[in-house]
Nanobody
Framework: QVQLVESGGGLVQAGGSLRLSCAAS????????MGWFRQAPGKERDLVAA????????YYTDSVKGRFTISRDNAKNTVYLQMNNLKPEDTAVYYC?????????????????WGQGTQVTVSS
């Protein structure tokens, strides 16, 4: 198992930037495909970005391409989401997730382990 703790959310004006971090417990972090999901009020939780075990491959949903960057540091057991040029429609609770079994399907990533979520609010 792995425990995930997100940080870095907050309130920002449109056009601003935030960097989310997700710290994982345990010594097998490099074995987990990781992803960031978000859930806005009244909507489903959707995948925003995903990253492969080594970090060599990434996936982004269309609405964040060119603005968000996912990365990981396996030595620090941490995955990041750099969010630039934020828009009001990015407002949501952002969740870090780990896939418990090996997968190379980043677009269809599902989470087996979840963090508690961090709120991101973008004002217009």
């Amino acid at each position: 198992q792995v425990q995930l703790v997100e940080s870095g959310g907050g309130l920002v004006q449109a056009g601003g930037s935030l960097r989310l971090s997700c710290a994982a417990s345990g010594r097998t972090f490099s074995r987990y495909t990781m992803g960031w999901f978000r859930q806005a009020p009244g909507k489903e939780r959707d995948l925003v970005a995903a990253i492969s075990l080594s970090g060599a491959r990434t996936y982004y949903t269309d609405s964040v391409k060119g603005r968000f960057t996912i990365s990981r540091d396996n030595a620090k057991n941490t995955v990041y989401l750099q969010m630039n040029n934020l828009k009001p429609e990015d407002t949501a609770v952002y969740y870090c997730a780990a896939r418990g079994i090996y997968t190379d399907d980043l677009k269809g990533l599902r989470g087996d382990y979840w963090g508690q979520g961090t709120q991101v609010t973008v004002s217009s």
